[in-house]
């Protein structure tokens, strides 16, 4: 058989492996219920894991690869999570509510999570995000500048709430 085929053959089983999902250099910081999420993405990953394996040869490889590629990586993040429990509101931290208001009048209401729980339609903000940075230390009646790519804008705590 001639090279270019083997390597033809090396090429294509390589690019069917699917790419690793990048792990965040930050502290996985995670809140309780950012935690019990992880648990539940593994969870979840090795029953659907288990399905597609029982189906033997009839089991598309190309599924099984992803999810074990999933699975490696909510694995590294459960293995890594640092539980974060807030007690005092004396300065935001991780799993707070906070609501600010801006220079415009505009209030809103914001909870520091972990990056895996992050989702700002729902107002869960990563707190290693420009807003979660700004947000994080500050205590109520301070006034921090959130750097935005579309310029900064300052904000003012006005509170800070446990769940």
Not at 130 to 148: M, N, S
Request: proline share 4%.
């Amino acid at each position: 058989m001639s090279r270019a085929f083997v390597n033809e053959d090396n090429a294509a089983a390589q690019a069917d492996q699917p790419v690793e999902r990048q792990v965040s250099a930050q502290p996985n910081y995670v809140t309780p219920s950012g935690l019990a999420q992880l648990q539940a993405r593994v969870a979840q990953l090795q029953a659907l894991h288990g399905q597609h394996a029982a189906k033997g040869d009839q089991a598309d490889k190309q599924r099984i690869a992803d999810i074990e590629r999933d699975l490696r990586y909510f694995n590294q993040r459960l293995q890594s999570a640092q539980v974060v429990v807030p007690t005092s509101m004396d300065q935001v931290r991780i799993g707070h509510w906070v609501t600010f208001v801006d220079e415009h009048d505009h209030e809103q209401r914001v909870q520091l999570v972990g990056e895996d729980q992050a989702d700002a339609a729902s107002g869960l903000i990563n707190w290693g995000s420009p807003l979660g940075r700004a947000l994080l230390g500050a205590k109520v009646g301070d006034e921090v500048i959130w750097e935005r790519p579309v310029g900064n804008l300052a904000i003012e705590i006005i509170a800070i709430e446990l769940d």
